[in-house]
């Protein structure tokens, strides 16, 4: 069984990323927290993350994220339609989906999620991976 992402540290969800994501990746990130927001802000800052997108349904999941990254996150509500973000991220090339966490709390909306980014163009990035 892999380390549940609460025990990860930021260092180890960076590597994940690092390793996973597409070179200049245009992200849009679904169920953000602080250390993948730390993770991904720091990917932005090497050149390795292009823009950033990222929402979630708790508000105090998006205050941490915004506090510990400074990145710009939105609270959607839990019915929120993913599918024009998806296509607005596709557009720009090297598309990403990043859903770190979100598979262990939610795993159906997650495979929901990660089927409606790849019909939209988007390479799915999920900690734990898809089963």
Known sequence: M???YAEMSSNAVYEFLDARLPQKANVY???CGPKSGIALKDLIDAGRVDSYQG???DPEAVDATKKASGLEVEVVSANHDHIPGFKE???KG???LVMIGLYEVAPDAA???AKQ???AGLEVVSYPELG
Request: glycine share 10%; with cysteine.
């Open 89 to 91: 991220v596709a557009k």
């Open 2 to 4: 892999p380390t549940k």
């Open 94 to 96: 090297n598309g990403a």
């Open 117 to 119: 980014a790849e019909e």
């Open 29 to 31: 990130e679904i169920g």
């Open 55 to 57: 929402c979630d349904i």
């Open 111 to 113: 495979k929901q999620y």
